[in-house]
Nanobody, 124 residues
């Protein structure tokens, strides 16, 4: 069992920045993928970014490339999402997901464990 906890959401202005954190605990040894997804009401949860905890490989959704950066703590199962130049369309509940790294890293079904989510609000 793996527990996942996000933190760092809040309110930012358009063009502003926020930093999210995600910490996994429990039996994380085989879970080398940690990802961020986001969801707005009545929409599917969408992929934002993923990082491979072993080698630091990252992938991003096109909508956030160049603005968001996902990094990892190499000493513990924790990742971060630095969100810059925020846009109103970035407003959502952001979820951290943990699982094995595969070519389906953008698919929510590829992840076994999820956090409760943290709200990000962007004012225009």
């Amino acid at each position: 069992q793996v527990d996942v906890a996000e933190s760092g959401g809040g309110l930012a202005q358009t063009g502003g920045s926020l930093r999210l954190s995600c910490a996994a605990s429990g039996r994380t040894e085989s879970s080398d993928a940690m990802a961020w997804f986001r969801q707005i009401p009545r929409m599917d949860r969408e992929f934002v970014a993923v990082i491979n905890r072993r080698d630091g490989t990252t992938y991003y959704a096109d909508s956030v490339k160049g603005r968001f950066t996902v990094t990892r703590d190499t000493t513990k199962p924790t990742i971060y999402l630095a969100m810059n130049n925020l846009k109103p369309e970035d407003a959502a509940v952001y979820y951290c997901a943990v699982g094995r790294f595969t070519n389906l890293y953008y698919f929510r079904g590829a992840y076994d464990y999820w956090g409760q989510g943290t709200q990000v609000t962007v004012s225009s």
